[in-house]
């Protein structure tokens, strides 16, 4: 792919994810019909759930509508499939508006997130073009553990938009900290595959 050019700003973008990642566009007015969607295709020969699958539709809503609020414009969850397992990973894009009119330059936002000394902050040069990856570990606490706190990944590429005062943010998740590393790889080749578009 050829470099962005500096004056022209992208319309749309364009990313590619692994097989089995499942996308809810978060527009209030259409992400029910993808959940439902998600919702049936998980559910599909589980007849004697009914209870269950209606808790999964709420919380795939509150997730939407949280991510929505944050600015969110899509959500991407896995998935993928390890013999009878589901590896557990998500994929939030938010677009991030500057408060100031001038671009931000990723060196100047790299320092500022490496001020918090959570987590490891880099400088990646991207096809899309120059971005800071951000990758810290989180607590969280899991309900299907009984509130005991887990380990779980994050990893966030801050990527400038060309010609514009904001950043598409990519935040990658996983639960998962035994295999963070590979699940990193895994998120560092998604963003790797971000394209700007007309």
């Known amino acids: 792919m050829t470099a962005p050019q500096e004056t022209g ?3 749309d973008y364009r990313l590619l994810l692994p097989e089995g990642w499942f996308r809810i566009l978060l527009d209030p007015e259409r992400w029910d019909g993808a959940v439902d969607a998600l919702v049936e295709r998980q559910f599909r020969g589980i007849d004697n759930a009914p209870h269950l699958k209606e808790e999964f539709r709420q919380d795939l809503r509150r997730r939407a509508a949280k991510a929505h609020r944050s600015g969110g414009i899509e959500l991407y969850l896995s998935l993928q499939q390890v013999g009878p397992f589901t590896i557990p ?3 939030l894009v ?3 508006p ?4 001038e671009p931000l330059p990723p060196r100047t936002l790299a320092e500022v997130l490496a001020a918090d000394g959570e987590g490891t902050v880099s ?3 991207l096809p899309s073009g120059p971005a800071v990856r951000v990758r810290r570990p989180a607590r969280q606490r899991d309900p299907e553990t009984e509130g005991r706190p887990h380990d779980s990944v994050t990893v966030e590429y801050h990527v400038p938009v060309p010609g514009a005062a ?3 943010l990519l935040t990658f998740s996983t639960p998962l900290e035994p295999i963070a590393d590979a699940m990193a790889e ?3 080749a998604v963003a790797s595959s971000l394209m700007w578009t007309e």
Request: avoid cysteine.
């Open 94 to 96: 938010t677009l991030a």
């Open 89 to 91: 990973a998500s994929l």
């Open 98 to 101: 500057l408060r100031h009119p």
């Open 186 to 188: 895994l998120f560092d």
């Open 123 to 125: 400088v990646e040069e």
């Open 166 to 168: 904001a950043f598409l």
């Open 9 to 11: 700003t992208p319309g």
